[in-house]
């Protein structure tokens, strides 16, 4: 957990004078304090709905204790006049950890200490008035009451904060181990990560996809608050990445947009969340191939399910580059541009299943002019043009080529034997 600042001090109240008949009220509400208890938890169970729980079973016995003891010495500050000291807090302190724990927010419980002090200002004024003291002895204790409720509410909210920067400090820690157990290379656990994921209060979603960010965005980075709860994130990572469950859900790619606003980043494509470290490579694949220039993004983020086919075969440049250069081999001895045109011609050829026409339109030429080409690739490939195999790898060098990337050296290469393969 976090260091945290020394809990705030605060100056003693000066409060008025004590008065002759403070000692005696206070006998008084002493005297009756299973009522006031009573009475203070049933208004804190009617106002508040969120403290209800406290109250409930075991836990409502617990917390009965903890409002007897902060009522207890809260009568004895108020009938001293004295101002509330810092080891009340601590006193304080075991009904506060409840209530957190319980999900009462700070609001709730600023709410639970006005309650407390309306009920104790009320049994003071009953009990001024039962004992026969004069409104001017009674209404001492009232300016002490609500003296002491400002400090009692003032160390609260102390402490509160700190218990609420240790929860966030223990639940994000949390979140990472979780985050590091389903992008593990190792495999995927069920056990282990159901349990973490209990531990991180992340409920286990059917799908998921990591989203890789770009490496400048490090621990430094601060994420916008428009990301949802649920996203898990480590920025300290070596490789920075987020994991959003249920990432088809209406709203959840607008969600990225805004909260990464100006950073770089790639989401990977959507699988089951045991195959999450598989959506992470992919991720991180094609940020850099967005960052290289080879994938688009126009808007500084690129959605890899929409280019799988890409990513798959550019996931070993090397082999690629090896079988353009075999492919390629047969344009060696022609210019830049004319290899430019034949290489566009015939890749259109090959997707349009051989038909002229759709080549002349698709390349916006003249058909005569396409028929000229293809008798050059004729004269070039031969039967090769035919057979399944080869068209299949052509295809491949060829669309390696249109993404972009700088050729393989083909001058001088030695074009391969024609393979002996049945003619089509």
Not at 363 to 386: K, S
Request: net charge negative; aromatic share 6%.
């Amino acid at each position: 957990m976090p260091a945290h600042a020394p809990p705030q001090r605060h100056a003693p109240t000066v409060l008025p004078d004590r008065a002759p008949a403070a000692t005696a009220i206070a006998d008084i509400v002493r005297a009756g304090l299973p009522v006031l208890v009573d009475e203070l938890i049933e208004e804190m169970r009617a106002h508040v709905p969120k403290a209800d729980a406290l109250f409930r079973l075991d836990a409502g016995s617990q917390a009965r204790r903890g409002i007897e003891e902060m009522v207890r010495r809260f009568v004895d500050r108020v009938a001293a006049g004295a101002p509330v000291l810092d080891d009340d807090a601590e006193r304080y302190g075991s009904f506060i950890r409840d209530a957190f724990l319980n999900g009462c927010d700070l609001n709730t419980l600023l709410a639970l200490s006005q309650i407390g002090a309306r009920v104790a200002w009320r049994h003071f004024a009953a009990a001024g008035n039962r004992a026969g003291f004069t409104p001017d002895e009674v209404s001492v204790l009232a300016e002490r009451t609500f003296a002491c409720m400002e400090l009692v509410s003032a160390q609260a909210v102390d402490l509160f904060e700190r218990l609420y920067e240790d929860a966030a400090a223990t639940l994000g820690e949390n979140r990472k181990r979780l985050l590091g157990a389903l992008l593990s290379e190792l495999g995927f656990s069920p056990r282990p990560v159901a349990d973490l994921a209990r531990e991180a209060r992340w409920r286990l979603p059917g799908s998921v996809a990591c989203v890789a960010v770009d490496d400048v965005f490090t621990a430094g980075g601060r994420l916008s608050p428009a990301l949802d709860a649920d996203v898990l994130t480590d920025l300290e990572r070596p490789d920075p990445c987020l994991l959003v469950p249920a990432p088809d859900a209406a709203g959840r790619y607008e969600m990225l947009r805004r909260g990464l606003n100006g950073v770089a980043y790639a989401i990977g494509p959507v699988v089951p969340l045991e195959e999450a470290a598989l959506s992470l490579r992919l991720a991180r694949r094609g940020l850099a191939l967005m960052l290289r220039g080879v994938l688009p993004g126009a808007e500084g983020h690129v959605r890899c399910d929409e280019h799988l086919p890409s990513l798959t075969m550019l996931g070993d440049e090397e082999c690629l580059r090896i079988l353009v250069r075999r492919a390629l081999a047969a344009f060696s001895d022609c210019p830049p541009e004319r290899r430019t045109r034949l290489s566009e011609t015939l890749l259109t050829w090959l997707d349009s299943g051989s038909a002229l026409r759709e080549v002349a339109a698709r390349l916006n030429i003249h058909p005569q002019t396409a028929r000229y080409r293809m008798r050059q690739l004729e004269d070039r490939f031969g039967e090769r043009l035919h057979d399944p195999d080869w068209r299949f790898e052509m295809q491949i060098a060829l669309r390696f080529r249109a993404l972009g990337r700088p050729e393989p050296a083909l001058a001088g290469a030695e074009q391969p034997p024609e393979p002996a393969r049945t003619a089509r």
